[in-house]
Nanobody, 126 residues
Framework: AQLMESGGGWVQTGGSLRLSCTST????????MAWFRQAPGAEREFVAA????????HYADSVKGRFTISRDNAKNTVYLQMNSLKPEDSALYYC????????????????????WGQGTQVTVSS
């Protein structure tokens, strides 16, 4: 199974980007799909998730109202639409998928996810 992110890049403050994460060898089904990010010198932090295939949607407070997570089952792809970007959003963004065992209280913890992409860099200039 492999996850591949794309869509990162450089953008000015207030701009938008859409990240994609495509899975090969792994169907999303009822899995939880999430986006995390990691800035240099910082811990990996939760950004957004579709819990159990989309039963519920969750966002970090820092991105709520600006970012939208979605998925396309036919393409086995999960997206992260990022609007009104700020310099503090600059980071390496990762998608992550679990083995359908993650519980809601563990949604925001990176260690509970089983599959990870290699990341796509997002840089927001001021």
């Amino acid at each position: 199974a492999q996850l591949m992110e794309s869509g990162g890049g450089w953008v000015q403050t207030g701009g938008s980007l859409r990240l994609s994460c495509t899975s090969t060898g792994l169907t999303f089904g009822r899995r939880t799909m999430a986006w995390f990010r990691q800035a240099p010198g910082a811990e990996r932090e939760f950004v957004a998730a579709l819990f159990r295939g989309g039963t519920s949607i969750h966002y970090a407070d820092s991105v709520k109202g600006r970012f939208t997570i979605s998925r396309d089952n036919a393409k086995n792809t999960v997206y992260l639409q990022m609007n009104s970007l700020k310099p503090e959003d600059s980071a390496l963004y990762y998608c992550a998928v679990d083995n359908s065992r993650l519980i809601l209280s563990s949604l925001r913890v990176a260690g509970y996810y089983d599959y990870w992409g290699q990341g796509t860099q997002v840089t927001v200039s001021s």
